[in-house]
Structure formats: C-alpha cells, structure tokens
C-alpha cells in the first residue's frame, strides 16, 4: 500500500519570503515522488519529481525538493515567493509493487501576500 | 496543442441519465490514467490503461462506472445511472512510461 500525507491545508507566507510545502509518504519500496500545481478549475500540472539520484531535485518556476529517506519526507521549497505562486499543491507517490500509479495527497493551499 | 485534451470541460446531467467523458491523451503516450477530484480533496485514481489493455478497474467506484480505451488511442469514462454524489471534477493524464503523469484540464460534471 501507499499514501501520502500533506498535514498542512494551508501555508501562508509573504512575498520575497522563503517557502515551505510539506509532504510525507509511505510506501513498500523505493519511492517515486512528485509535486503537482492546479490553479483554479484547471487540470494538475507537473512540477518536479525524484526518481533516484541526488536528493535536491529541482523543477519548474524555481520550485525545489529535498527526499530525505529517513524521514520518509519530500517537502516542496522554493528560496523566494511570488504572489502568483498561490495555488494548490499536491504531493504524489508511486512505486513498483503498486504498479507506478500515482497516490496523491489531500493538497495544500498556499497563500502569498504581497 | 499536444497537451491531454478531455472534452467536454463541462457537463450539467440530471440524476439517472448516462453520460461519457472523452480523454485524447498526448500522442504516444502508452499510459492512460482517470481521476476523480472532490472539493478539498486530491485526486482519487480510478482505473488506467496500458496502450489498450486496462490493467486496474477494482479502483472503480461503482459498476456503473466503466471505462475503454479501444485501439490504446483516445479513452472514454462512461458513468450511468448518474447520482448527485458522482458530481465532481474526472481527470485523466497520460504518460509514456511508469513516471510523470500529465493532465488535462477536467471535466466538471454536475448531476442536478
């Protein structure tokens, strides 16, 4: 089985501000790990992903992830926060023994206040 | 565009009549996924296909759900009976191989 918890609804942070989404996960395997962006009555849009290698991956707009394997953890960072970076994000996971489909979490909605 | 185009964005049914979504995904893309998605919720996986062959069903909400994919091109969700609970929005994406998922836009189904 897999899942994936976002414990947060909602992140607040001011523009300029350095941002943080956090994402756990849990599965029977090696990880695959993504983050998602929907924008208001729009489809899900990819932004990053771990497959393997180096832990810092990094993706679109200036989005970035740490995996860390022992904290089970693959939080979304990004140095400094734009007004149009508020939307929903959705963390997913997949693995081999699920056969790759994708389990995302309940979202968090980020706010940046200008 | 080469996007995954879902049609329609929008479908308004009364309850008990049968309506199909339709998915074109981005072209050869082996894998087809449906979604579903609830207010405040993320997306709820369904069932999805390799090329023609739909590997998950059980996923299924009901057995009035179904879904195909005839020739592993373009894919159709098919909801009878329809309920005011089955109103939400149904995503389908695509990938070519076991990684990333592209969506696209939804289709927001409302049963009054």
């Known amino acids: 089985a897999q899942s994936v918890a976002q414990p947060e609804d909602q992140v607040n942070v001011a523009e300029g501000n350095p941002l943080t989404v956090k994402c756990t996960y849990s599965?029977?395997?090696?990880?695959?790990l993504f983050w998602y962006v929907q924008y208001p009555n729009r489809g899900l849009q990819f932004l990053l992903k771990y497959i393997t290698g180096d832990n810092l991956v990094k993706g679109s707009y200036g989005f970035e992830a740490e995996f860390n394997k022992s904290q089970t953890s693959f939080h979304l960072k990004k140095p400094s926060a734009l007004v149009s970076d508020s939307a929903l994000y959705f963390c997913?996971?997949?693995?081999?023994?699920?056969?790759?489909?994708?389990?995302f979490g309940r979202g968090t909605s980020l706010i940046v206040h200008p | 565009d080469t996007g995954v185009s879902q049609n329609p964005r929008h479908k308004i049914t009364k309850r008990g009549q049968n309506v199909t979504f339709r998915c074109d995904p981005i072209?050869?893309?082996?894998?087809l996924y449906w979604y579903r998605q609830t207010l405040g919720q993320g997306p709820e996986f369904l069932t999805y296909?390799?090329?023609?062959?739909?590997?998950?069903k059980s996923r299924l909400l009901s057995d009035r759900f179904s879904a195909e994919r005839p020739k592993g091109s373009f894919s159709t969700l098919e909801i009878q009976r329809t309920e005011q609970g089955d109103s939400a929005m149904y995503l389908c994406a695509s990938s070519p191989r076991a990684v990333e998922a592209f969506f696209g836009q939804g289709t927001r189904l409302t049963v009054v």
């Open positions: 997913a996971v997949s693995y081999p023994g699920g056969s790759y489909i994708p389990t």
């Open positions: 072209s050869e893309h082996n894998r």
């Open positions: 599965v029977s395997g090696n990880p695959y």
């Open positions: 296909f390799q090329n023609e062959a739909q590997l998950e």
